[in-house]
T-cell receptor, first 113, second 112 residues
Framework: DVKVTQSSRYLVKRTGEKVFLECVQD?????MFWYRQDPGLGLRLIYF???????EKGDIPEGYSVSREKKERFSLILESASTNQTSMYLCATYARDATYEQYFGPGTRLTVT | AQSVTQLDSQVPVFEEAPVELRCNYSSSVSVYLFWYVQYPNQGLQLLLK??????LVKGINGFEAEFNKSQTSFHLRKPSVHISDTAEYFC??????????FGDGTTLTVKP
């Protein structure tokens, strides 16, 4: 089974702090994604990566950056956390094969105070 | 560009009743269609998907969905729901490289 793990289930940070959210997958998938989930808004794509050191902006990249130095690890960075970045963050991987499935991690609930 | 509209934000239903969760989509390119379920305090889990072929697809837990190309819809159905089906359900369209657009979600509440 594909396993997607995220470094923390719950995180509390202060406004202005630099925040790192880590995602690790064990299935050698090329594509990885970061979403944020807010009530009534579904999931919105922040950034995605289709290879090591390659990244592309999603629908709401402002205030975020990403890093992918190794195939299995995709990090989301909040350079200076703000209260409007309080949200649930979900990482996902995608197999570029016949299944076309995304596999999601359990999520990190980030609170910025 | 692609978009997904889930027509009902909340659907309350009694146990053993049938249910339909509605999803319309638009896309300028070919996409694949998915339904995901999220149980309280858990991540997203794939329910079913439409890639090609038969327009009626069956998923886990007795759910099924029908792809209607002319109406650009992909409604989710279950003939008899259980309390354990209480969850949030997301419809999504996905391009070939995996870039997905999700609907806002439908909260299904099954009452005894």
């Amino acid at each position: 089974d594909v396993k997607v793990t995220q470094s923390s289930r719950y995180l509390v940070k202060r406004t202005g702090e630099k925040v790192f959210l880590e995602c690790v997958q064990d299935m050698d998938h090329e594509n990885m994604f970061w979403y944020r989930q807010d009530p009534g808004l579904g999931l919105r794509l922040i950034y995605f990566s289709y290879d090591v050191k390659m990244k592309e902006k999603g629908d709401i990249p402002e205030g975020y950056s990403v890093s992918r130095e190794k195939k299995e690890r995709f990090s989301l960075i909040l350079e200076s956390a703000s209260t409007n970045q309080t949200s649930m963050y979900l990482c996902a991987t995608y197999a570029r094969d016949a299944t076309y499935e995304q596999y999601f991690g359990p999520g990190t609930r980030l609170t910025v105070t | 560009a692609q978009s997904v509209t889930q027509l009902d934000s909340q659907v309350p239903v009694f146990e053993e009743a049938p249910v339909e969760l509605r999803c319309n989509y638009s896309s300028s390119v070919s996409v694949y269609l998915f339904w995901y379920v999220q149980y309280p305090n858990q991540g997203l889990q794939l329910l079913l998907k439409y890639l090609s072929g038969s327009t009626l697809v069956k998923g886990i837990n007795g759910f099924e969905a029908e792809f209607n190309k002319s109406q650009t819809s992909f409604h989710l159905r279950k003939p008899s729901v259980h309390i354990s089906d209480t969850a949030e359900y997301f419809c999504a369209v996905c391009r070939w490289e995996g870039k997905s657009t999700f609907g806002d979600g439908t909260t299904l509440t099954v009452k005894p």
